[in-house]
């Protein structure tokens, strides 16, 4: 393999094409670049066959171990008849590189975003993510990270101070202190809860719907954690609408896998480290021209005050459930 590059800066069309090509076929020229800001995805128009999706995976953040194990999962989530679309295999592979860049070929499926879901719409995601949380119980030691206060906490301040995104002064002090309490107070609730592979990133964005039917979609951020993160990150808010929704979900669900609904008090902590980790998400990426145009007030005085505010909150109600 090609000595890695560090971003996409030489993810030229030319480049695109040549890697679609990978399987055959010949593309017509036309491509559309779709709405992601992780990795580099296209939709590309061929001249005989449908339209490929192409996928160039960040480089450096994972390894072609921790691919292959996304790819793995979806294999079996697609064995057991779970709406998920494959990667193409060619001579027994799926995963391929290009200039350094590792990238995987997709077949297209229509779908659309669903901005509201009707009783169907739930019962039926309830009942494909029991499945899709059985075929990750199955998978017991897949390399991918497990969701704690540590992976999403303390490692991720870690990493900010490492790359001197964090303020000088009181409000880095505060920041770090607060976390600190944030994920020792968090532990407890995470202690011998059921931790098993599911897609840790299951939020409105990442399913597609053709009529009442469901697509689930990247699964980059696949990982070991409670169940119950696919269910909040599903849901998103915590309304008198959104407890009803939730609850369908969960009925359907317990359909065809038991839920612990203890684990429900997870919700607040995993909020809290949701939003720890997407600071150093973003910082571990600043170098990326995408990325300051999407946060352009990042690492900003104001940016960091705001992250306090929303943590202190998260932080009250963590202090809240301790007492149920």
């Known amino acids: 393999m090609a000595k890695p590059v560090s971003n996409f800066e030489h993810l030229f069309p030319e480049v695109i094409f040549e890697a679609t090509e990978t399987l055959g076929g010949r593309c017509t020229g036309r491509y559309i670049p779709l709405n992601a800001m992780e990795n580099r995805v296209y939709d590309i128009s061929m001249e005989d066959e449908d339209n490929r999706i192409i996928k160039f995976y960040r ?3 994972w390894s072609q171990e921790t691919i292959k194990a996304e790819h793995l999962f979806l294999k079996k989530a697609f064995a057991a008849e779970i709406p998920v679309v494959c990667p193409i295999e060619k001579d027994g592979n799926t995963l391929f590189e290009k200039n350094g860049i590792l990238f995987a070929i997709f077949p297209k499926r229509p779908g659309r975003l669903e901005p509201e879901l009707n009783d169907e719409q739930l019962k039926r995601l309830g009942r494909y993510l029991a499945r899709l949380h059985n075929v990750g119980a199955e998978l017991k030691t897949l390399p991918r990270i497990e969701l704690n206060p540590k992976t999403y906490g303390r490692n991720c301040v870690k990493g900010l101070i490492e790359m001197k995104q964090l303020p000088q002064g009181n409000l880095g002090s ?21 931790k098993v592979l599911i897609h840790g990133d299951c939020h409105a964005g990442n399913i597609l719907w053709k009529g009442n039917e469901p697509y689930f979609i990247d699964f980059d951020d696949m990982l070991y954690a409670p169940p119950v993160q696919d269910f909040w990150m599903l849901i998103g808010g915590d309304d008198e609408y959104a407890m009803k929704n939730r609850d369908k979900i969960i009925d359907a669900y317990l359909e065809i896998r038991e839920f612990d609904e203890k684990t429900l008090k997870l919700v607040e902590p995993l909020r809290a480290l949701r939003l720890i980790y997407f600071s150093s998400w973003i910082g571990q990426r600043w170098e990326d021209g995408a990325f300051k145009q999407a946060f352009p007030h990042f690492g900003t005085e104001k940016y960091w005050q705001q992250q306090l505010e929303h943590l202190s909150l998260q932080l009250e109600r963590i202090k809240a459930l301790e007492d149920y």
Do not use: K
Not at 174 to 194: A, K
């Open 59 to 61: 480089p450096g953040r």
């Open 174 to 194: 505060i920041y770090q202190q607060l976390i600190s309490e944030i994920c020792d107070r968090s532990e407890p609730f995470f202690e011998g809860v059921e």
